[in-house]
């Protein structure tokens, strides 16, 4: 389409009718604002986590035994030293029934001294012998007190409820996601009764707990950590947000004013933009979201946007107005000039964000959702709306002559900056990206994933929560950095020696790896009573041979330690670290899969080893496929995934059952049994070369073989609590990042290539692009920021916001090129249209977002140095390094 039919079809459609599209975009603006009223914060824990995951699903099934990662931490600290006063058990049983009493709470898993399930064990002349720690009759006297701190020794707890130096004492809770707010039990099982947790909420009241406790008890200080305090910390923080907010607007006000010398030019696309954000807001309200703490930042992000394509705009009616235009006229013109270029800039931008979408992390895709929602309504506030309100307005005739000088004086800069586009310049601009591109690849190889700070990497070093976390950290031998391996084995395992044995091996193994802690073990309880009950002796601390004293030593242990399950078939061993940084959790990892691998790797061998026994018998087979598919279900065995039970008839007058999804039992000739032809077992396909029926009796023979090799007899499974959680998510956004950024490349190219309908053009948008995603990762390399959650997206966004510089420069100079000019006066000409714009607007972006680094939150001052580094480092690109890819390109 031309332009002059495009002008002709935006002023009948549109300006002809101008009244009527401003009093529509009036009336939604309206109805957008209730709906933004109603915006709520929406933080859960959940969201945060990559739930299909492999250490998630092991985390999901197993959270309400052991407990899940969302685990609050209150210590009490007596500043004279010594909490053996009536005091501060005083204060301890209050802080303790305040905790317990917090809705979301998981009551029965609320520890502390004065909680029922810790208990201590002792040798006496009748056996063992035990208790709580605290008793039920205990008045603070000093016998008691001395009592007490007997039972604490003997409890084994000093490092985990009671600070190593005894100045301190701990309560640990559990929060359930959604719990029954009427507290009966037997309710809720259709889930009509049960309400999401609120964090925010939770934090709030951890934090009043926090203040009367203090108030009340001058001597004693309150330590708290925790997803949820974080939440509320992060969620309080994010109110300053505002302030930054405000600030960007008062400083990108005053250079709209600066650049377009008129009042109405400045208030205009400010006011569209800001439109935009009420509309995103609304409409995020609308389709049921809330607004995550950790994605506050992104309207104010899409307000910076909108003021970017709207100072295009305003540039483009300026410029037609300065060369003897009517503003009516000029505002059609500039609209069917920018739609097009605007519009694909703006898509790009969403459908960057839409990759994101990739990451099966929730928070993640509620920002891509907001984002994208925030940038498509761009389309309409500031490529459609801003023009049809700049036609109303009135220009004097000594503006315009201002604008003409400003014009004509800055003609001598764009001469200069054209030279980019001229050999030998663009021959040295295009070798100094080339070696930056690759210094940037070379350094992003650095680049690390997770967290690389202790404490929350979301607040900055010197808050309360990671001073508290510090102070939890230097006194207690545990922390809310801890990860429960599941050692996984057949019922009563305990009583075996030798599985008690290797998961002792384990712990052993783990406790020796650098950045671990402390450990804790049913087998470590195991020897202690074990000892106990040979007078103390310190020979007699080992996991002894004989069953019947094996069974002895555990039969105190109660499942509400979190040390076993109700028939011993799974026993955590939860390995507390120094912190979480990427670089500990990742080491753990690591020796984790190699001890796993250890004790599976010969039993697998040892399967593998009879399958050329077992396929004899059965013609056609294809070998490797068999291995391929045995393989992959010991590996499931190995994880803890359970026998596949024979899906038909063995073929040799034995029958198996199957079950159905609510475990009851079908014959096979029943109607579940289907057809013989089809009915492979789960484990097997018909690639194998193997009919159903001699699919299933070899299946038979397989498990068999798999029993006597004892794969099912232990595994160690990854993994729940709070590191758990982290380390999966670090592997979710380690396996994520390349795949997305593929995706935000193609999308970005597809939609060039449909632009400009050339592929050099395409070439010179992207390849700039490129080189600064990688200086972007080195950035994070060198300035010490993980790839988390949290930064992740931000190289998606600085990729899709980028490509508009490219985008708005080159739909204008491939049209000069296309009418004959050289590639330099091409450049010239477009920077005489566009190139103050494109400065201004990337200068504007970067100073909006680097207000942030002023900021509480740790991770919005990350993002604000990443996207200030972005948008000016890719507005160069595109002024520089463009126009020298063109030159290169386009021989003329």
Same mark, same amino acid.
């Given at each position: ?357 990739? =990451?099966?992390? $929730?928070? *993640?895709?509620? %920002? #891509?959702? !907001?984002?994208?929602? &925030? ?6 506030? @500031? ?94 031998? =545990?922390?809310? $950095?801890? *990860?429960?391996? %599941? #050692?996984? !084995?057949?019922?009563? &395992? ?6 008690? @044995? ?391």
């Amino acid at each position: 389409m031309t332009r002059n039919k495009l002008e002709t079809l935006v002023s009948t459609v549109f300006f002809s009718k101008r009244a009527l599209w401003i009093s529509l975009f009036a009336v939604f603006t309206v109805i957008m604002v209730y709906f933004a009223t109603q915006l709520r914060v929406d933080a859960s824990f959940e969201k945060n986590i990559p739930l299909k995951h492999e250490y998630m699903q092991t985390y999901l099934e197993y959270q309400e035994q052991f407990g899940g990662a969302n685990r609050v931490l209150v210590a009490l600290e007596d500043k004279s030293g010594d909490i053996f006063n009536a005091t501060f058990f005083e204060a301890l049983n209050e802080t303790t029934g305040r905790v317990a009493g917090i809705a979301g709470v998981n009551q029965p898993q609320v520890e502390s001294l004065f909680t029922p399930n810790i208990r201590y064990i002792e040798a006496s002349e009748q056996g063992l012998e035990g208790g709580p720690v605290i008793p039920a009759r205990f008045d603070g006297s000093e016998r008691a007190l001395n009592q007490v701190r007997d039972n604490i020794l003997k409890a084994g707890i000093v490092g985990r409820l009671v600070s190593n130096e005894f100045e301190s004492a701990m309560v640990s809770a559990q929060l359930l996601s959604e719990y029954n707010p009427t507290g009966d039990e037997t309710s809720g099982n259709n889930g009509d009764q049960m309400v999401q947790t609120d964090f925010v909420r939770v934090a709030h009241d951890l934090e009043q707990i926090r203040t009367d406790i203090e108030a009340k008890y001058p001597d004693i200080e309150v330590h708290i950590i925790g997803f949820s305090k974080m939440i509320g910390d992060v969620s309080d923080a994010a109110g300053g947000v505002i302030v930054f907010f405000l600030i960007a607007l008062v400083i990108t006000a005053l250079l709209v004013y600066w650049y377009s010398r008129s009042l109405k030019l400045t208030l205009l696309p400010i006011l569209t933009s800001i439109i935009a954000v009420v509309w995103q807001l609304g409409l995020l309200t609308a389709l049921g979201y809330g607004i995550d703490p950790m994605s506050i930042l992104v309207p104010f992000l899409i307000f910076a946007i909108g003021v970017s394509h709207g100072v295009q705009m305003i540039n483009g009616v300026q410029h037609n107005v300065a060369h003897g235009m009517k503003t009516y006229n000029a505002a059609i013109a500039a609209c069917a000039t920018l739609i097009v270029p605007g519009g694909i800039a703006l898509i790009s931008d969403t459908v960057g964000f839409l990759t994101l979408q990739l =990451i099966e992390i $929730d928070i *993640i895709r509620e %920002l #891509a959702v !907001t984002a994208s929602i &925030g940038v498509a309504v761009l389309i309409l506030t @500031n490529l459609l709306l801003l023009p049809l309100l700049l036609s109303y307005t009135h220009f004097s005739d000594k503006f315009v002559q201002g604008v003409r000088k400003r014009e004509q004086a800055r003609e001598k800069w764009w001469r200069k900056i054209a030279g980019f586009a001229r050999k030998p310049v663009s021959t040295i601009v295009i070798v100094v990206g080339l070696l930056l591109g690759i210094i940037g690849y070379w350094q992003s190889l650095n680049m690390k994933v997770g967290d690389l700070q202790a404490g929350a990497p979301a607040l900055k070093q010197d808050s309360t929560y990671n001073q508290d976390n510090k102070y939890i950290t230097d006194t207690y031998a =545990i922390g809310t $950095d801890v *990860i429960y391996v %599941l #050692a996984k !084995t057949k019922v009563d &395992g305990c009583t075996y020696f030798d599985i008690m @044995n290797t998961i002792d091996q384990f712990q052993w193994e783990m406790n020796n790896v650098k950045g671990v802690q402390s450990t804790i073990s049913l087998p470590q309880v195991a020897k202690v009573v074990n000892g106990m009950l040979s007078e103390g002796n310190l020979k007699w601390k080992i996991l002894p041979k004989d069953e019947a004293v094996l069974v002895q030593s555990i039969s105190r242990v109660e499942t509400g330690t979190g040390l076993l399950n109700s028939n011993c078939s799974i026993m955590p061993v939860m390995i507390f670290l120094d912190d979480h940084k990427a670089e500990t959790i990742e080491r753990l990892i690591t020796e984790v899969k190699e001890f796993q691998k250890h004790i599976f790797e010969p039993k697998k061998e040892e399967v593998l080893s009879q399958l050329d026994s077992l396929l004899n018998e059965f013609e056609g087979t294809n070998k490797s496929v068999v291995i391929s598919e045995v393989n992959d279900y010991l590996y499931s065995l190995s994880r803890g995934g359970e026998l596949v039970l024979p899906s038909e008839s063995t073929g040799n007058g034995s029958a198996s059952s199957t079950q159905d999804s609510s475990g009851d039992t079908e014959s096979p000739g029943s109607e579940v049994a289907m057809d013989k032809s089809s009915n492979y077992p789960p484990v097997l396909s018909a690639k194998t070369g193997l009919d159903a029926n001699q699919a299933n009796k070899f299946l038979v023979h397989l498990n068999e073989q798999i029993l006597d090799a004892g794969i099912l007899d232990l595994n160690f499974l990854l993994a729940t609590g709070p590191v758990g959680v982290m380390a999966a998510t670090n592997e979710a956004v380690s396996e994520a990042q390349i795949p997305m950024m593929i995706w935000v490349y193609l999308a970005v190219t597809l939609l060039c290539l449909i632009s400009f309908r050339s592929v050099r053009g395409t070439i010179c948008v992207i390849l700039p692009l490129v080189v600064v995603s990688f200086l972007a990762q080195a950035l994070m390399s060198w300035l010490n920021i993980g790839l988390t959650v949290a930064t992740l997206p931000v190289i998606a966004l600085g990729v899709g916001i980028g490509v508009d510089y490219g985008i708005y420069i080159f739909s204008r100079m491939v049209g000069f090129i296309r009418s004959g000019m050289s590639v330099a006066d091409a450049y010239f000409e477009t920077l005489k249209l566009t190139g103050n714009a494109v400065l201004f607007t990337g200068l504007t972006l970067a100073i909006g977002v680097s207000t942030w680094l002023m900021s509480d939150l740790q991770f919005q001052a990350d993002m604000g140095i990443m996207l200030t580094f972005m948008f000016l480092v890719n507005m160069l690109g595109a002024i520089i390094l463009l126009p020298a890819l063109a030159a290169l390109l386009y021989r003329r």
